[in-house]
T-cell receptor, first 110, second 114 residues
């Protein structure tokens, strides 16, 4: 089965700093999703990447899928307290179910 | 609000009791998914429906778990004879057609089995 490893497991950054979260797959990624989750709540869709080399941005968040399609990164520029939460990468299994990494917990301090 | 909704948001039950959760997907979405998430882990796939047909079930879905989507709209997930290990967040998601069918998640139902 496909394994997704996220790093780091947790991150504490000062407000205004940039940060990067990585998601590495044991197999080729055919659809890679990034979600954000606040504690105790559901997942909020951020971005979806399909093509090798693809890059998408929304506000201060940029996600990339590498050419070999086995790793994705999520970069936040000038972090804000509103960015705090758990970031999850998910990839398509057989059919349409998603397999998720364990998540990266982000805390942004003043 | 036209997003995915789940009811109840929280459920506390005693071991051995049966519980049922409901999920209402985004109205035009024909696919519906159930996931389970425990503390410190990502969501784990349980089952999914296309319209009223249950097309895939995870090995995590033991005989005590049953899911239905009788009219291809809302879905229910029932857990019979609950165990403490069933304590988790149960998440529902829905998506539209094939291709880049992004899954949109509901707020989840947190189950605590005492």
């Amino acid at each position: 089965s496909q394994e997704l490893e996220q790093s780091p497991q947790s991150l504490i950054v000062q407000e205004g700093k940039n940060l990067t979260i990585n998601c590495t797959s044991s197999k080729t990624l055919y659809g890679l999703y990034w979600y954000k989750q606040k504690y105790g709540e559901g997942l909020i869709f951020l971005m979806m990447l399909q093509k090798g080399g693809e890059e998408k941005s929304h506000e201060k968040i940029t996600a990339k899928l590498d050419e070999k399609k086995q790793q994705s990164s999520l970069h936040i520029t000038a972090s804000q307290p509103s960015h705090a939460g758990i970031y999850l990468c998910g990839a398509e299994l057989s059919g349409y179910a998603l397999n998720f990494g364990k998540g990266t917990s982000l805390l942004v301090t003043p | 609000d036209t997003g995915v909704s789940q009811d109840p948001r929280h459920k506390i039950t005693k071991r051995g009791q049966n519980v049922t959760f409901r999920c209402d997907p985004i109205s035009e979405h024909n696919r519906l998914y159930w996931y389970r998430q425990t503390l410190g882990q990502g969501p784990e796939f349980l089952t999914y429906f296309q319209n009223e047909a249950q097309l895939e079930k995870s090995r995590l879905l033991s005989d005590r778990f049953s899911a239905e989507r009788p009219k291809g709209s809302f879905s229910t997930l029932e857990i019979q004879r609950t165990e403490q290990g069933d304590s988790a967040m149960y998440l529902c998601a829905s998506s539209a057609t094939q291709g880049t069918d992004t899954q949109y998640f509901g707020p989840g139902t947190r189950l605590t089995v005492l």
